[in-house]
């Protein structure tokens, strides 16, 4: 109590309410130890003074940070971090020679570029084309001879020997290059044609000359699959390739409509379902996204698919996102007890096919077909009335769409008894036999009759129910087919095919096929960089997006992005009118204005004249001749001319090092950290974007002899040695960027922080990277994707940081500090941005500049008055939380709402200052929430609306740069809550976003009408994000080399004795903890990461297993283990309870009013609840509202928000998202992350809270809802969730609620 006694005097008499509920925790504290009862009646006294607190008079405010000047320390904070940019990177003296350049200026004009662009891909699919031709001639010419002399011989591809094939990482298998081989269907006859060995010389000699060509194959018509190159796949049982998709819409390329209906009534057994489940997803398989779709399940009522509402009423693209949803659908029909009601099920089929037909504006040759997976049995008591009922439907609803729907029964067998009456039904039905029943015929129009063939589970349903189409008129269309992007099933990475048809006469014989990587189709589109003020997107004639700049590069995509539609990409005012220009004008061109407040993050960048409140955009479009697809070049302010570097030489004293150590055998090599480096120079990596043929330069490996031309060509002055592949403004920007060379070696000797930097690089936007340490480079890095180089164009002429994040070289957690080099100082318009430098900092390095700078941050060791760095979207760059020795708990991208939730709370009550966006993204499918800070902010923000009673927040800008610094003086606990996943980074309500509401960022799945590929109405107003975050890897090199190489800086760990010497050093931690996690060492040390990462000895590295592992000590430190409570004491508690939080609800309400004079940028900001969305999504009543803002102001509750069940695909897609960068949500309830003391056993308060009322939210597909736990103190406590107390509501949750005692 002397304790508690002793604050109160230091806080006044204000505060003595506090010293009532500081004895009571005391109280609490030792019933812990006592009898059951004890502890029961210990936490309704806890209450009752806590009651008693909240309604004696208020509360003085504590005591003020005295007259500390945040705007001085953060100019001290400013001009230090000028010395970094300065001395350190040179960015002053890089400026200084790049102004020193001569620039051509030039208008691009892109009506020009678009057609040489087109033309250069025009050429690719010619390419393909030709070889396609090629193959098809063949074959043609095969058949021939095949008449006279029989071609049938069989090079079983299951059967090749192993030493005739090698590993080929392009295939990501092994093959031969030198044969083809076959697969056969089970319906082969031993004399079908087979012309692969005559294929065998032209199919090798189209690989070796025509560089992206993946797979070669011809599918015959008789069932044998002949593919090039040859290798193992498939080899249990046969292979059915009649049924893939590409042969199917090559044979018959127009659109197909397809309606399955599943009868699931009493009628069908468990093994009759299930061959009919099977049927249906061979069909689904079988068909692609020129093709619609849709599936019915059929008993005593009809059922569609609802994981899209507009499954209800339209067919869909069979595009693998409404194959997987239609797939989850049929795995969840079962049999019911009703009769079938086969009318009913005919009638919905051919509303589906009308409601499209009448929706689709181009009426291009179109088969409809509904195909029934049915036993046909009908109730005794009314056979002949159900039939005639059905058949009348038929006829009815058949003869609105002219007779052109086809019917197609598949008649389910019933353990091997064959029902005469029911396959004469289904017959019937088949052959729209509607006279028979005495249904009077009124269309003039013929039937188009359909089959019927029986089913058993011995049927192999790829070869029948897959070969439905054959029913489908063949038209003889003999031209090529262009697929969409799709991923390989033999390979790896993404393909497109193109393919067409081989005829003999009017006989079909099967197809020839190539399959060509994606990544070299779209390569011109992907690296085009004509200037800094353009870029490009593909579409095909329908405005599906196949390249965009926001997209992954398709080189690192593993599944088809997104398919929608390119006004969600291109989303800014007026582009619907140039989107129907560009799909109905072969060639064209048209410029919109576009408001600043309105524009995309990829125009910002290209801005060369900020000082408008409008821009142009330019648009200049071309068909792609002989294909599908459209090509688009955009032009930023068209009007405004771009620079361009002159020739320019290579800086005298620089050498020219590039970055494949591994094959030069540089003497001086070492290791700088996990990196093959040098000290001697700076080396230069080209990425992709830097070569003409960027897919080229990725998929085929590096020589010494082209690392030799690359090196002779960069560095001749005299213009005469050729380019080896390069494109023409590369040699200019390796020069520019020499000039570096001197400084940072220089710094090498004499900067006093070397110890303190990981590396120095610089970037240009063709993908030159020249960084210091020399170090070898993986092949697929482009640094102009990654967030430092982003980040800078989007704060041009600031010094920006970006992180902390892992460092992939191995250096532990970095932070980075990049600027931009304009082509002129007085030119700082991201638009004029020629390069971006950056600088590696350890983690600990600005925690330690802000002891050094600031002595008001070291007074009590960051507890009760704690100081930070966070940069313009909230990520924390210092913090003590950052450095401390947890354990467990990753430090990279920590968020402000997840470290310091009072003051995120309140800052979002200043929206002149923060503002919480919304983007949308297309590569992973989902809608980004995040936060963006106001850098123009001028004076400093302190306490608007919470937590002013116990806790004191400043926050200022550091001039000159995208951070801002804040300080925290909180004189008595408090509480805040933001919430925060656990788990994942899935948003607490995916339905709402409220400005001043505190969550982390966070994500949420992007919904997308499947059947038009458009997004909701609420998500089609985001705007679409920025560059994917793209994964990095190491470059591997000789394993004995990481053995024998020195490291190429010795930081000494070992030598330094005090914490301030060991501090943030490369490689070094102050060792503190003992292995156990808990104790405190007696003598700590100074030791290498190895030995002791993040302060413990012998924690696991994030390298060897992401996370460390403490072992089952640690975890229980942050587990609180809980004793049920007697319904009665429950009871009491819950009462008590309720009145507690109605009061302080009342005093908080009271509290707010009082602090609107606390902000100079408050004026009028006080209370407003602004929405970032135009209406809101998700109407609530007021009382749930209330509830939720009481529970979030509550100092003693802590909840958990359990997780529901999910499909694998949810957890994998929101799971699985590792990554160097990656972003960890946590529950936040007060700054500080960890205690001393052990919980004691509270005991806990159950109660159900309702938030939200979407029943429809219970389908499969529902996403998983995200865990948020409010945490007291230093614990994560783990809270057991009790099953009565689930409701159907939108977030499925129950509450948790447990009395903590905040000394326990």
């Not at 020249?770 to 070898?776: D, N, Q, T, V």
């Not at 600005?846 to 966070?870: A, E, H, S």
């Not at 899935?986 to 409220?994: A, F, G, K, P, Y």
């Amino acid at each position: 109590m002397a304790r508690g006694s002793s604050r109160c005097v230091e806080m006044g008499a204000g505060h003595s309410a506090w010293a009532v509920a500081a004895a009571a925790a005391a109280a609490t504290r030792r019933a812990c130890s006592c009898s059951p009862p004890t502890a029961l009646l210990a936490p309704l006294l806890l209450l009752l003074l806590l009651l008693l607190s909240l309604v004696s008079p208020a509360l003085a405010a504590p005591p003020e940070s005295g007259d500390f000047a945040i705007l001085e320390e953060a100019q001290v904070l400013a001009n230090q971090m000028r010395v970094l940019a300065t001395s350190e990177l040179g960015v002053f003296n890089m400026q200084a020679i790049y102004n020193s350049f001569v620039y051509i200026e030039k208008i691009s004009n892109g009506e020009t570029e678009v057609q040489q662009l087109a033309k250069k891909i025009r050429e690719k699919f010619n390419r393909y084309l030709d070889v396609v031709n090629r193959n098809k001639q063949v074959v043609e010419a095969s058949y021939t001879a095949h008449l006279t002399s029989p071609l049938t011989a069989i090079q079983d591809c299951c059967t090749i020997p192993p030493s005739m094939m090698e590993f080929d990482g392009n295939f990501n298998t092994n093959v031969s290059k030198t044969i083809s081989c076959d697969r056969l269907s089970t319906t082969v006859n031993n004399r079908a044609f087979n012309p692969g060995r005559d294929l065998n010389t032209v199919l090798a000699d189209n690989f070796k000359s025509n560089p992206g060509i993946k797979w070669q194959y011809f599918s015959s018509e008789e069932g044998i699959f002949t593919i090039f190159p040859a290798h193992k796949f498939r080899c249990k049982g046969g292979y059915e390739h009649r049924s893939r998709p590409v042969y199917v819409s090559t044979v018959r390329p127009q659109s197909k409509h397809i309606v399955v209906v599943v009868d699931h009534g009493a009628s069908a057994t468990d093994t009759q379902l299930q061959i009919a489940k099977d049927a249906a997803q061979v069909i689904l398989t079988s068909i692609d996204e020129h093709d619609k779709i849709s599936v019915l399940a059929v008993a005593d009522a009809v059922r569609t698919c609802s994981l899209d509402q507009c499954y209800k009423t339209y067919l869909s693209p069979a595009t693998s996102e409404t194959k997987r949803k239609m797939t989850t659908f049929l795995s969840g029909i079962k049999s019911v007890d009703g009769a079938t009601q086969h009318a009913v099920g005919f009638h919905k089929a051919f509303q589906l096919l009308q409601n499209t037909n009448n929706s689709t504006r181009v009426h291009s040759p179109t088969d409809m077909v509904i195909i029934y997976l049915s036993s046909g049995i009908t109730s005794k008591d009314s056979s002949e009335e159900e039939k005639k009922a059905t058949l009348s439907v038929i006829s009815e609803q058949n003869r609105h769409l002219n007779n052109s729907v086809m019917i197609l029964t598949y008649a389910l067998m019933n353990e091997g008894i064959t029902g005469l009456k029911e396959l004469a039904f289904l017959r019937d039905l088949a052959e729209q036999n509607s006279a028979k029943y005495g249904v009077p015929d009124r269309s003039a129009l013929p039937v188009v009759k359909g089959t019927m063939m029986v089913l058993n589970q011995l049927s192999n349903l790829e070869t029948t129910v897959g070969r439905f189409y054959t029913n489908v008129p063949n038209r003889m269309i003999d031209e090529a087919v262009f697929s969409l992007p799709y991923t390989d099933e033999m390979g790896d990475g993404l393909i497109m095919t193109v393919s067409k048809p081989c005829y003999f006469g009017n006989m079909l014989l099967g197809i020839v096929g190539v399959d060509v990587n994606l990544a070299y189709i779209l390569e011109d589109v992907t690296y085009y960089r004509d200037s800094s003020a353009s870029y490009t997107f593909l579409i095909d004639n329908k405005g599906y997006t196949l390249m965009h700049p926001s997209l992954t590069r398709p080189y690192l995509l593993t599944e088809p992005p997104l398919h929608t539609d390119i006004i969600h990409y291109e989303n800014i005012p007026r582009f619907q009118l140039v989107r129907q220009n560009i799909l109905s004008l072969p060639l064209g061109s048209q410029v919109i204005t576009v408001p600043v407040n309105s524009s995309l993050s990829w125009h910002i960048n290209r801005l060369r004249e900020t000082r408008k409140e409008a821009y142009n955009v330019s648009y200049a479009w071309k068909l792609v001749q002989d294909t599908s697809f459209i090509l688009c070049i955009v032009m930023v302010q068209p009007e405004v001319p771009v620079r361009h570097l002159k020739n320019l030489n290579t800086a005298p004293s620089s050498k020219l090092l590039y970055h494949r150590l591994d094959l030069l055998g540089q003497p001086t090599s070492c290791l700088h950290f996990k990196q093959l480096a040098t000290l001697e120079s700076p080396t230069v990596m080209l990425s992709a974007g830097s070569f003409s043929s960027p897919f080229e330069h990725l998929s085929q490996a590096e020589t010494k002899r082209m690392v030799e031309h690359y090196t002779a060509y960069l560095s001749d002055n005299t213009r005469l040695i050729a380019n080896p592949g390069l494109k023409s403004s590369v040699r200019n920007e390796v020069m520019a960027t020499s000039h570096v060379t001197d400084e940072w070696m220089s710094q090498m000797e004499i900067g006093i922080l070397n110890s303190y930097i990981v590396r120095r690089y610089i970037a240009t936007p063709n993908g030159v990277l020249r960084i210091y340490p020399g170090s070898l480079m993986d092949k697929a890095f482009d640094p102009t994707r990654r967030q430092w180089y982003l980040h800078a164009l989007a704060n041009p002429a600031l010094i920006t940081f970006t992180g902390p994040y892992l460092d992939v070289g191995g250096a532990g957690y970095v932070v980075t500090l990049s600027h931009t080099i304009h082509s002129s100082r007085s030119l700082s318009a991201p638009g004029h941005a020629v390069a971006v430098m950056g600088v590696d900092f350890t983690l600990r390095y600005f925690y330690k500049v802000l002891l050094d700078l600031l002595p008001i941050c070291n007074q009590d060791g960051g507890n009760k008055i704690r100081c930070f760095i966070m940069e313009d979207k909230g990520y924390l760059l210092a913090h003590p939380t950052l450095i401390d020795p947890k354990g467990h708990a990753p430090v990279e991208q920590q968020h402000i709402t997840h470290k310091e939730p009072l003051v995120a709370n309140d800052i979002l009550n200043h929206p002149n200052f923060v503002k919480k966006n919304l983007c949308n993204s297309f590569s992973d499918r989902t809608v980004q929430r995040f936060y963006k800070f106001n850098t123009s902010i001028v004076g400093d923000l302190t306490n608007l609306v919470h937590g002013s009673h116990c806790s004191k927040y400043r926050l200022t800008r550091i001039p000159g740069t995208n951070a801002f610094l804040g300080i925290v003086n909180e004189t008595c606990d408090a509480l805040a809550f933001c919430a925060c996943s656990m788990v994942d980074r899935l948003c607490l309500n995916c339905h709402r976003m409220e400005q001043n509401e505190c969550e982390c960022p966070c994500e949420c799945p992007l919904e997308v009408n499947e059947c038009t590929g458009n997004l909701t109405n609420a998500e089609s107003r985001n705007p679409s994000c920025e560059v994917h975050q793209e994964p990095l890897t190491l470059a591997a090199f000789d394993p004995s080399l990481q053995e024998t190489l020195p490291q190429c800086i010795n930081t000494r760990c070992n030598q330094r004795t005090l914490s301030g010497d060991c501090f943030g050093v490369l490689d070094c931690e102050w060792c503190m903890v003992d292995s156990d996690g808990k104790t405190h060492l007696d003598e700590p040390y100074c030791a290498s990461q190895k030995e002791c990462f993040g302060g413990i000895i012998g924690a696991k590295s994030p390298y060897i297993d992401d996370m460390p592992a403490l072992g089952d000590e640690v975890v229980a430190l942050n587990m609180i283990k809980s004793a049920p409570v007697g319904p009665v004491a429950g009871g009491i508690m819950g009462c008590i309870m309720v009145l507690v939080l109605a009061v302080y609800a009342y005093r908080h309400q009271i509290h707010r009013r009082s602090h609107q004079h606390m902000s100079p940028l408050a004026a009028q900001e006080m209370s407003v609840r602004m929405s970032n969305l135009e209406n809101d999504r998700d109407e609530r009543d007021e009382d749930s509202h209330e509830d939720r803002g009481i529970i979030s102001n509550t100092r003693f509750i802590a909840a958990v928000i359990e997780r529901h069940a999910h499909s694998p695909e949810r957890r994998r897609r929101y799971w699985g998202r590792s990554g160097t960068e990656s972003d960890h949500g946590y529950s936040t309830m007060s700054p500080q992350e960890d205690s001393e003391n052990p919980p004691c056993n509270n005991d806990p308060l159950s109660a159900g809270v309702d938030v939200g009322n979407h029943e429809e939210d219970l389908e499969l597909d529902t996403p998983p809802q995200t865990a948020a736990l409010l945490s007291h103190k230093f614990h994560h406590y783990r809270l057991h969730h009790h099953p009565s107390l689930h409701h159907s509501h939108h977030l499925q949750a129950a509450v948790t609620v447990h009395t903590v005692d905040a000394e326990c």
